[in-house]
């Protein structure tokens, strides 16, 4: 089980992880754009990461390569919101291929969805973090070489838990 704690790391195994978290820290997350890291237990669903910037990946999760055309809708009145997209769109979204690394890997939580509750929140990620962990919108974020590390141990079942 991977835990994340509010005090900003990340355990799993015998590893621990300084990361950053949602500038309105781990909490219930209410609304789309709270900046809230939401509490509780999740699934890693999916594991995306830019072929051009991470060469020798390995993982016990399918990789899925980051393509230009590829965003996250967050815009509440869209059919796909909290769902992979391709752009170009008119909804609001995640670029995913972006000049900055923070996505050069991406682990989706499985947070608001089946179902998906529209406005309660979208895009959940484990992502690469800023310098100086800068706060981030509700997700998690982690050293370049912390996440490429996790994603080489972590198993199809590993639980995810935030408090």
Known sequence: MIIINKSGYLKYNEHKFKCALGKSGIGNK???????TPKGTFNV????YRKDRLKKLSSKFKL?????????????????????????TQYSHEILYRRENIYDLILVLNYNMKPTIKSKGSAIFIHIAKKNYKKTAGCIALKKVDL?????????NTKVLIN
């Open 30 to 36: 209410k609304i789309e754009g709270d900046n809230i």
């Open 45 to 48: 669903i999916k594991i995306y």
């Open 64 to 88: 899925i390569k980051i393509t230009k055309k590829m965003g996250w809708c967050d815009d509440p009145k869209s059919k796909k919101y909290n769902q992979l997209i391709k752009l170009p």
């Open 148 to 156: 490429i590390n996790l994603v080489k141990e972590i198993k199809r």
